[in-house]
Nanobody, 120 residues
Framework: VQLQASGGGLVQAGGSLRLSCAFGRTFGVGGMAWFRQAPGKEREFAAT????????FYANSVKGRFAISRDKDNSTIYLQMNNLKPEDTAVYYC???????????????WGQGTLVTVSS
């Protein structure tokens, strides 16, 4: 099981980026999430979306600026990031719950990370 994250890059403050994470599975997928790790800091939660895609939850630091979504076939998740700030600079990791039998019989899988750099 592999997750391929993409979409990171260098952007000026106030700009936007859209991250993608291709999972390659359409069945047995549970919740999906994005985490991030800034230089010298621990990895932190950013956003999550449930199995059906109907419920989302955000860290206070990104609420109102970021939007998480997923394809209907569950094969890809996205993170639309608007009004980016220098403090959003981090490596962003996707996280997916997956198991052959589906929820609740799932394990967590992580993508390799994609770097987002926001200049002031």
């Amino acid at each position: 099981v592999q997750l391929q994250a993409s979409g990171g890059g260098l952007v000026q403050a106030g700009g936007s980026l859209r991250l993608s994470c291709a999972f390659g599975r359409t069945f047995g997928v549970g919740g999906m999430a994005w985490f991030r790790q800034a230089p010298g800091k621990e990895r932190e939660f950013a956003a999550t979306i449930n199995q059906s895609g109907g419920d989302t939850f955000y860290a206070n630091s990104v609420k109102g600026r970021f939007a998480i979504s997923r394809d209907k076939d569950n094969s890809t998740i996205y993170l639309q990031m608007n009004n980016l700030k220098p403090e959003d600079t981090a490596v962003y990791y996707c996280n997916v719950e997956y198991g052959i039998l589906g929820p609740p019989y799932v394990s967590e899988y992580w993508g390799q990370g994609t770097l987002v750099t926001v200049s002031s």
